[in-house]
């Protein structure tokens, strides 16, 4: 087991290194360079300052390892385009922002989505089975974006408690974290629903009830429990839809988290901290998927199982 | 017993030709027409297809419709409610609305169906070659894949389309479709594989091998003709994913360029409106690309259904 940790670990160091590497050569071969673009022109011994401030006036493969080094050391530098911010302080302020929304979010989808999978596989082609899989269906196919305004529009505009925009109190974040939570939930709610009619036609479950186990406890101890594997197989992905879907949201709800900023850094072509933020978010969402895997591997003993027979 | 007594003339011989019990005398379905009979009885994937045909169909001849052109402003009149002569109304700058709705679904259509078949064709190249290799050679391929399947998507799309795109333009429809395949494939590259490796033991497979077929000729002939099914699910899942992708991306500011509209501009278009109470300029690209999605998925769901042999009667 400890050669496969070992292996997936390795595998996400590779990963990360990759992105670093492609980030690094695609935000090198933009033409010209990352100050032209302003408007104003800037005197030739200011800009060799500049190339000199950001370290642009050496050899491409020197930079490339001083980038490396400095993510080492979880440095990303200081940004392009706004000077008393270093990029660690914008994630700084950012991450604990959109960390906050997605948290709440995945919690709403963890708690709600599962449970309307399993009723709707206990009610099989019932009442229930058809409200949970048009609310699962509808909630797959409505972008986060489109939510997110019919939100803002229907309730936040009519409800007073809850604010149009911002980010502070709970209040704030009702909103925000439903629209980024509908989509998972619905993904999960669907992927319940088969994996649990699944289970629900294995011989253990009769066995169990032969036994004479009341329904309650043959549908949570023996059903739910194996039923929900395959949710906290796609947790890892999730969490990365969660972080695009994050993009829009806070967009659309004025939230000042990381996905503002990087959005921002985009337009403003301020390339330090579209580096930055992209292999921060590279670190968070593979520790994110190494985490994912590791914890499926130590709840279902059978994927121990053939992970060490290989 | 009967007291009924049998003659002989009760009985006669039977002619030679109607021996054939084993004859099949209903027609034979073929296996893709049994497919689509059982997709029929699906309400809901027929209701998806219905739609989708319907938007192909606006897709193409909508933006010519209403008389406005896509691109045309007209300040005289500007964020007009749908009415008669607007049919979805116009946008700040006075542009109709209706063309530029089935102007936005065709270019969302082409990127969704553009890009899947990019990864379509990428995938099955990719899982084909890694499933016939040997071993070693099949695990190096994988972890390759696994390493890009790995890179965050989205990320991979905004750095390109900066990369691709001049400031404040927006990106062309080309870099887009290229970069959301960056690693869209992998997942088709799996399934191919998965499909390969299973296929391959079978008995028909082996009896090809042993009369001295080549890997090439077994992949073509055995193997995907048969992993084709599940591929095909796969594909019309993938559409609606890069649609979606496609939609996001625009509602950043970072999809199609200036002015071609697409679905996401247009809803982030409609968004900067909204406060100042003009619902209708989101609400219908809103509407347009749920429609889509929801086709989309339903009609993957029904094939996926009909295409199963467990589910067959």
């Given at each position: 087991m400890a050669k496969y940790i070992l292996k997936r670990f390795a595998l996400g160091i590779v990963t990360i290194w990759a992105v670093i590497t492609i980030t690094f050569i695609l935000m090198h071969s933009v033409?010209?360079?990352?100050?032209?673009?302003?408007?104003?022109?800037?005197?030739?011994?200011?800009?060799?300052?500049?190339?000199?401030?950001?370290?642009?006036?050496?050899?491409?493969?020197?930079?490339?390892?001083?980038?490396?080094?400095?993510?080492?050391?979880?440095d990303f530098g200081e940004s392009m385009k706004s000077d008393s911010e270093t990029v660690n302080q914008i994630i700084a302020r950012g991450f604990p922002v959109s960390a906050r929304l997605g948290l709440q979010s995945i919690l709403i989808a963890l708690i709600f989505g599962p449970a309307l999978g399993a009723i709707a596989a206990l009610y099989q082609n019932k009442i229930p089975d058809y409200v949970a899989m048009i609310i699962s269906i509808i909630g797959?196919?409505?972008?986060?974006?489109?939510l997110g305004s019919f939100l803002i529009q229907f309730v936040a505009t009519k409800v007073e408690w809850i604010p149009i925009g911002g980010w502070g109190e709970f209040r704030?974040?009702?909103?925000?974290?439903?629209?980024?939570?509908?989509?998972?939930?619905?993904?999960?709610?669907?992927?319940?629903?088969?994996?649990?009619?699944?289970?629900?036609?294995?011989?253990?479950?009769?066995?169990?009830?032969?036994?004479?186990?009341?329904?309650?406890?043959?549908?949570?101890?023996h059903a739910v429990r194996n039923a929900i594997l395959p949710i906290i197989s796609i947790l890892g992905t999730t969490v990365s839809d969660l972080v695009v879907g994050s993009f829009v949201i806070e967009k659309i709800f004025g939230i000042p988290g990381l996905g503002q900023f990087f959005t921002t850094s985009v337009f403003n072509r301020d390339y330090t901290l579209i580096m930055g933020v992209t292999v921060f978010y590279a670190l968070v969402l593979i520790s994110a998927m190494l985490l994912v895997d590791i914890a499926y591997m130590l709840i279902d003993p059978r994927i121990r199982l053939t992970k060490e027979g290989h | 017993?009967?007291?009924?007594?049998?003659?002989?003339?009760?009985?006669?011989?039977?002619?030679?030709?109607?021996?054939?019990?084993?004859?099949?005398?209903?027609?034979?379905?073929?296996?893709?027409?049994?497919?689509?009979?059982?997709?029929?009885?699906?309400?809901?994937?027929?209701?998806?297809?219905?739609?989708?045909?319907?938007?192909?169909?606006?897709?193409?001849?909508?933006?010519?419709?209403?008389?406005?052109?896509?691109?045309?402003?007209?300040?005289?009149?500007?964020?007009?409610?749908?009415?008669?002569?607007?049919?979805?109304?116009?946008?700040?700058?006075?542009?109709?609305?209706?063309?530029?709705?089935?102007?936005?679904?065709r270019y969302s259509l082409l990127i969704g169906i553009a890009a899947a078949l990019i990864d379509f064709g990428i995938g099955v190249i990719y899982g084909g070659i890694a499933g016939i290799s040997s071993r070693k050679v099949d695990a190096i391929m994988m972890r390759i894949a696994e390493v890009i399947y790995s890179i965050p998507y989205m990320l991979v799309v905004v750095l390109i389309s900066v990369v691709f795109s001049t400031a404040g333009s927006g990106t062309s429809m080309f870099v887009l479709i290229f970069a959301m395949t960056i690693t869209g494939w992998v997942p088709m590259a799996n399934l191919v594989r998965g499909q390969v490796l299973q296929l391959r033991e079978f008995e028909y497979s082996m009896a090809s091998e042993s009369l001295g077929a080549s890997k090439g000729w077994i992949l073509r002939k055995h193997i995907i003709p048969n992993s084709f099914g599940p591929i095909l699910v796969n594909v019309t899942l993938t559409i609606p994913r890069a649609i979606f992708s496609e939609a996001t991306l625009s509602f950043m500011g970072l999809g199609l360029q200036l002015p071609k509209p697409s679905l996401g501009t247009l809803a982030n278009d409609?968004?900067?409106?909204?406060?100042?109470?003009?619902f209708y300029q989101i609400l219908i690209p809103s509407i347009l690309i749920s429609l889509i999605m929801f086709s989309f998925n339903v009609l993957g769901d029904g094939l996926r259904d009909a295409l199963d042999p467990r589910l067959r009667k």
């Open positions: 033409p010209g360079n990352p100050f032209a673009t302003e408007s104003r022109k800037i005197p030739p011994n200011i800009m060799e300052n500049l190339m000199k401030k950001y370290g642009l006036d050496k050899p491409k493969s020197e930079q490339y390892i001083m980038y490396l080094k400095n993510i080492a050391k979880f797959v196919s409505v972008p986060s974006f489109v704030h974040t009702l909103l925000p974290s439903f629209a980024l939570a509908v989509m998972p939930l619905a993904r999960f709610s669907r992927l319940m629903r088969s994996s649990m009619l699944e289970i629900l036609g294995q011989d253990y479950i009769k066995t169990a009830k032969s036994k004479g186990i009341s329904k309650f406890a043959v549908i949570m101890k | 017993m009967s007291d009924m007594t049998y003659t002989k003339d009760m009985f006669q011989k039977v002619k030679r030709e109607s021996y054939h019990a084993d004859e099949i005398k209903r027609p034979t379905i073929k296996y893709w027409a049994d497919v689509w009979r059982r997709l029929k009885m699906n309400k809901l994937a027929m209701t998806g297809l219905f739609i989708l045909i319907i938007m192909g169909i606006m897709s193409i001849i909508g933006p010519h419709l209403s008389g406005f052109d896509y691109k045309e402003q007209d300040y005289s009149q500007v964020n007009i409610r749908p009415n008669s002569t607007y049919w979805f109304g116009t946008d700040e700058l006075g542009r109709d609305l209706f063309s530029r709705a089935w102007l936005g679904t409609g968004l900067a409106v909204m406060p100042i109470g003009l």
